[in-house]
């Protein structure tokens, strides 16, 4: 199993279909534009591989549905690099089952390398409606200084890390704080929240912490 950054690892049933309606994703991506303007979400030939790195995603019904799944939109796999997606760069993820490390999703592109993080969180409190996945060098750390709760050193996207949130959420305030950082994940940063706000000033708030170090 490769462990390079932005590489899928989990197994994927992906069925391709036409792009989400530019309105149902306007806002989900004025939020990644916003991780992109500040590198907390992008692409660079001198990290992690040249790979592109961070994500973000929102649920796709704000209330319950029936059954125990939760789909969200998340942005594709290596869209990293683009300034600016469009409708053909997000997917819906309708499954995810971490202990089997398999994800079912529909869409134009596949999905992000860290979906059975964020389809984890999703699962575990039906309040998160918006999960992002930065890449923060300077929050990454700082994380101890900041109170930033931490993973054990496991690898990204994979059902070791989906167990590893579980038990942060359990046993460590990361609820209450609405972040968390993966020891094991380079300057992986996630935070979450009700809104996209929450979940958004979540993170600048603690990069504004981080730059005063």
């Not at 059954?67 to 690099?81: C, K, M, S, Y």
């Not at 060098?137 to 496991?154: F, N, S, Y």
């Amino acid at each position: 199993m490769t462990t390079k950054e932005g590489v899928i690892k989990y197994q994927l049933d992906f069925t391709l279909a036409p792009p989400l309606p530019p309105a149902r994703i306007a806002e989900l991506n004025a939020w990644r534009k916003i991780m992109y303007m500040t590198a907390l979400i992008g692409q660079d030939p001198n990290r992690y591989g040249g790979y592109g790195f961070g994500n973000i995603s929102c649920r796709l019904h704000a209330t319950g549905v029936p059954g125990a799944q939760h789909p969200f939109i998340i942005t594709g796999t290596q869209t990293g690099d683009c300034a600016d997606l469009s409708p053909n760069d997000y997917v819906v993820v309708t499954g995810c089952f971490p202990a089997e490390n398999r994800l079912i999703a529909t869409g134009p592109v596949k999905p992000s390398s860290e979906s059975l993080t964020h389809g984890t969180l999703y699962a575990l409190d039906s309040s998160i409606l918006w999960v992002v996945h930065s890449h923060s060098p300077h929050i990454w750390r700082h994380a101890a200084a900041l109170g930033v709760p931490m993973t054990g050193d496991v690898a990204y996207g994979t059902p070791e890390m989906a167990d590893a949130v579980r038990r942060m959420y359990r046993d460590s305030d990361m609820a209450a704080q609405h972040i968390f950082g993966m020891a094991g994940h380079e300057d992986g940063i996630v935070t979450f929240g009700h809104t996209a706000e929450e979940a958004g000033f979540v993170m600048l708030g603690f990069l504004a912490r981080a730059l005063q170090r």
